[in-house]
């Protein structure tokens, strides 16, 4: 929300440079790598419930803070700290999906919660613009407070916790206090969970080291985390991008130059509706093919037409940006991207969760590490990029690299998938 109204942070602070003006937008997704590291795994040792709540409480103080800074120090440190809090629905939330639903329902589920993440920064922009053109900088983030206020008290009356070894050991303490030795023998009582390593302390050792173990060691992480690193890049990328096509190039007002966002915000939806309905019938038709044996390579077919329809859209983006060209030509590119990115999104994270099931929250902290440094890194150097190459060059490079990294991918882990996963500490074999 506050990409618009950036030129007024950097009018009223007296900023000069755009890597700083950039850093006071993007400080809040570096924050998205290092949050989950430690979120994830905590949900895996208190509950995912708890750990939300008290992480959406820590968002809402600082961002309440971000509104009241007086300086670019103090606005780019409380950003930051109210990223951290922001972040846990990255990894969290994927792993509460995974408590609730089977495999084979899970599809629809993921591809809803995915396209969250993805849309938000796509509306937000919209509604900063107007905010930003009718008011004060100040009002982006204290309206998002007032919100996250509202969100914040239905969660505490509708979020409940879903985390088996978490659910299984409260059962398992109220079985110990209701037993009354005088009446009857008193028995041991253990979840399926429990072992020898089950002391506080070494879980919070061995979940807090995991995400790191994940990506150290699994390739399955390790390339379709770089590859969602590329297309969260090129998210953030677009979203402090579109202000300086539509207001440089075609001189429009913050506004309305705002309001071309929603060419993202088509396709990222428009593909999310198409692939929620299909993701979950394409993956039983699959697993019926094979057996009634479902595999996490099935949920990979859409990330084929996704590594597709990303260069597409770059190409045209990029190369119709010019004033002699009608906008609309370079919204269809932006909605092409939209889509591409929204189809790859969904199927990586679905992808993951299913391989990783038990410990989803952290191979999602591993996998969310990589994409949050883009996230972070790509609009510090979007503007310079631009301003050498021009939109065209600029979006063909990037385009290449799409489909270098991106086009492989799918190919590689459906015929190595199974492979992979055989060889993992953590993943599993079915």
């Known amino acids: ?32 790598a290092f949050g989950p590291l430690f979120l994830g795994p905590l949900s895996e040792i208190y509950g995912r419930s708890r750990v939300l709540q008290l992480s959406n409480l820590w968002y809402l103080a600082w961002n309440l803070g971000c509104g009241f800074a007086q300086n670019t120090g103090q606005l780019i440190a409380f950003r930051f700290l109210a990223g951290l809090g922001g972040s846990a ?82 059962k398992a303490v109220q079985i110990r206090k209701s037993m009354d ?34 990506f150290a060691r699994e390739p399955i992480i390790q390339l379709l985390g770089l590859y969602m690193a590329f ?12 202000p300086g096509i539509f207001q440089g190039i075609y001189h429009q007002p913050v506004g309305i130059a705002g309001l071309h966002y929603i060419a993202l915000g088509v396709g990222l939806t428009g593909a999310s509706q198409l692939n929620a309905r299909f993701m979950d019938r394409i ?17 990979l077919p859409a990330m084929l037409p996704g590594t ?64 949050s440094l883009c996230g972070f890194g790509f609009p510090l150097f979007a503007p310079s990029m631009y301003n050498t190459l021009g939109y065209g060059k600029g979006n063909t490079i990037l385009a290449v690299v799409s489909i270098v990294i991106g086009c492989p991918a799918p190919w590689i882990f459906w015929k ?9 500490k953590y993943a599993r074999t079915s």
């Open 416 to 424: 190595y998938g199974e492979r992979i996963r055989n060889s993992s």
């Open 1 to 32: 929300m506050v990409a618009p109204a950036s030129g007024q942070v950097t009018e009223e602070f007296g900023i000069h440079s755009t890597v700083t003006e950039a850093l006071t937008i993007s400080v809040f997704v570096l924050a998205y």
């Open 283 to 299: 993956y039983i038709h699959l697993s019926k093919r094979s057996g009634g044996k479902g595999r996490p390579e099935y949920r």
């Open 89 to 170: 629905p990255l990894s969290i939330g994927g792993g509460v999906l995974g408590d609730c639903w089977k495999t084979e329902e899970r599809g629809q589920a993921i591809a809803l919660y995915s396209l969250a993440p993805l849309l938000g920064p796509v509306v937000g922009p919209i509604a900063g613009a107007w905010i930003g053109e009718k008011s004060t900088w100040r009002w982006v983030f204290w309206s998002t407070t007032i919100v996250d206020a509202a969100i914040q008290g239905l969660g505490l009356i509708f979020l409940k916790e879903t985390y088996a070894p978490v659910l299984l050991e409260r």
């Open 308 to 371: 597709i329809l990303l260069p597409i859209g770059l190409f045209i983006s990029g190369w119709t940006a010019r004033a002699d060209i009608h906008w609309i030509a370079t919204d269809i590119g932006i909605a092409l991207v939209g889509a591409g990115m929204i189809l790859n999104f969904q199927s990586i994270q679905t992808y993951v969760i299913d391989a990783f099931t038990l410990h989803a929250a952290s191979a999602l902290a591993a996998v969310a590490f990589f994409r």
């Open 231 to 242: 297309i969260y890049g090129l998210l953030y990328l677009f979203l402090t991008s579109i």
């Open 181 to 214: 030795p005088e009446k009857t023998d008193v028995r041991e009582v253990r979840t399926v969970y429990d072992g020898a390593d089950r002391h506080w302390r070494h879980i919070v050792a061995k979940a807090l080291v995991r995400p790191f173990a994940l």
